[in-house]
């Protein structure tokens, strides 16, 4: 079940932020869910399967999903509702949750002028950037401040682009990725915006969320 952390103002009784914490599991079944429209139409054995968790956990979280009025039943099978405001509550929970466990190394660029043109950097297979550095490339949205890269191999294989040097304070965070292919989704791109807490991040989210 979602979690629902509340925290309160010093010395005053006035609730000042609300926040929805998910847990491992219930990110992944409605990121499935999230992927593909007919996916909530699918069986529950099914989901959790292709989704990666427990049965029991995918029956729990679908429950849920359609008590809160995201999951409903058109009479011919099941549909998402609310699809925006999920979005929104899976970014927030991806952000607490998932993403800080997934972090697997930093780096830093090895000169100014490689950061500066950090785009003609060849990354290896099955390495993709994420957040600011994709929301550049997707439609020239922004110049990074901060560069996200996902991947299923050993970080350390950038080190052989000979553009970046491992660096614990660096620029660059390097994640493990839990979704099959190397591009990195969209939805994970919004999220990683949303994640930086910065104005200007936030701005480009808003234009890339009606593509997700």
């Not at 052989?160 to 493990?176: D, L």
Request: hydrophobic residues 45%; glycine residues 6%.
């Amino acid at each position: 079940m979602f979690k629902i952390i509340i925290a309160f103002k010093k010395n005053e009784h006035k609730i000042k932020t609300e926040q929805i914490v998910m847990q491992k599991t219930e990110l992944l079944i409605i990121y499935y869910l999230l992927q593909v429209k007919d996916n909530a139409g699918k069986s529950i054995r099914q989901i959790a399967y292709e989704a990666g968790v427990s049965v029991g956990s995918a029956f729990n979280t679908m429950k849920h999903l359609a008590e809160q009025g995201y999951l409903v039943d058109n009479g011919r099978t099941q549909v998402l509702r609310k699809r925006s405001a999920l979005i929104d509550q899976w970014a927030q929970g991806y952000a607490v949750t998932l993403k800080p466990k997934m972090l697997l190394f930093r780096f830093g660029f090895i000169a100014p002028q490689i950061k500066e043109h950090w785009q003609n950097i060849a990354l290896p297979q099955d390495f993709s950037w994420g957040g600011e550095p994709a929301a550049a490339i997707l439609g020239n949205y922004m110049q990074p401040a901060r560069w996200d890269i996902y991947t299923s191999q050993n970080a350390n294989m950038l080190i052989a682009t000979g553009r970046m040097i491992p660096n614990p304070s660096g620029e660059i965070f390097v994640y493990k990725r839990f979704w099959p292919q190397q591009n990195t989704p969209l939805l994970i791109i919004y999220a990683d915006l949303l994640a930086t807490g910065d104005d200007r991040c936030r701005e480009v989210a808003e234009l890339i969320k009606p593509l997700i």
